[in-house]
Nanobody, 115 residues
Framework: QVQLVESGGGLVQPGGSLRLSCAASVSIFNSYVMGWYRQAPEKQRELVAT???????NYADSVKGRFTISRDTAKNTVYLQMNSLKPEDAAVYYC?????????WGQGTQVTVSS
């Protein structure tokens, strides 16, 4: 069983930055594609960014150039650096581990962007 624990959310002003962290309970980067998703109130959960086993990254168009996904294999941790935040980035952000058999999700961390 894989456990994912997100942290780093909070309140930030428009234009500000936050870094989210997702700590995995076991070493999984060789077996799973890691990703960040978000869900705003009354909206569907959407993909934000992914990083493959080989380190290839992919981003939603809405965050390209502003967000960066990365990982620290030694710490079993995936990060999402979010810069130039906009009010429309406000959501609950979820960490995801996508495997060939099943996915694992974290509990989510709230990001609020407001002045």
């Amino acid at each position: 069983q894989v456990q994912l624990v997100e942290s780093g959310g909070g309140l930030v002003q428009p234009g500000g930055s936050l870094r989210l962290s997702c700590a995995a309970s076991v070493s999984i980067f060789n077996s799973y594609v890691m990703g960040w998703y978000r869900q705003a109130p009354e909206k569907q959960r959407e993909l934000v960014a992914t990083i493959t086993r080989g380190g290839r990254t992919n981003y939603a168009d809405s965050v390209k150039g502003r967000f960066t996904i990365s990982r620290d294999t030694a710490k079993n941790t995936v990060y999402l650096q979010m810069n130039s935040l906009k009010p429309e980035d406000a959501a609950v952000y979820y960490c995801n581990a996508h495997g060939s058999v099943r996915d694992f999700w974290g509990q989510g961390t709230q990001v609020t962007v407001s002045s």
